[in-house]
């Protein structure tokens, strides 16, 4: 079922991007299974570098393992998701696919332009682009004021400054306790 719901975004941006599906075609006729349980996508890739939903008993070339906290990291386009997915398989074909994991984007303005016009698409997208700049600095705010808030008006954590000088002062009763241990051993030989 998730096969098929697959096919069609993955072949839009494929067919809009013709370097993707030259990387895809060395891998024709090969299928990719793609496992965070209890769902599984199998996709085949065809000879012109598309893919196409494979059959349920079809044997993948390779298997890709992803938990559901992968899945978001992937869904939040995290760098550094691709050191965690299980692989087995035929790993130049998983090179291939994290390669266009990497670099294959979708270019929402030029599909909107073909609906809305050049002018209206720019300009919608410029919109959502600020838009989405001022919820990340406003996100960055408001982690800013409640870790102010809970280290100086209502100190839940502690401020930087002040551990340092905790930090400071456990090295220097450390240091006295050692000196005095000394001096007593001192005192005792005698």
């Not at 070339?61 to 899945?71: E, H, R």
């Not at 220097?172 to 007593?184: M, S």
């Amino acid at each position: 079922m998730f096969d098929a719901l697959a096919v069609a975004p993955l072949n839009h941006l494929l067919r809009a991007n013709p370097w993707a599906r030259a990387a895809l075609q060395p891998h024709a006729g090969k299928v990719a299974l793609f496992r965070c349980l209890p769902l599984e996508t199998r996709l085949a890739v065809s000879d012109s570098g598309k893919v196409t939903a494979a059959a349920a008993g079809a044997l993948p070339a390779v298997t890709l393992t992803l938990s559901p906290g992968l899945m978001l990291r992937v869904a939040a386009r995290d760098e550094t998701v691709w050191r965690d997915v299980v692989i087995d398989g035929d790993t130049a074909f998983a090179s291939a696919i994290n390669h266009l994991w990497q670099h294959l984007r979708w270019d929402v303005e030029e599909d909107l332009s073909k609906v809305v016009g050049d002018v209206a698409a720019h300009r919608m997208m410029e919109s959502a682009r600020t838009q989405q700049q001022w919820a990340r600095s406003s996100g960055e705010n408001l982690a800013h004021s409640f870790a102010e808030y809970w280290t100086e008006e209502r100190p839940l954590i502690a401020a930087k400054n002040d551990l340092v000088h905790f930090n400071a002062e456990v090295d220097r009763l450390r240091d006295d306790t050692a000196r005095l241990e000394k001096r007593i051993e001192q005192l005792t030989r005698r």
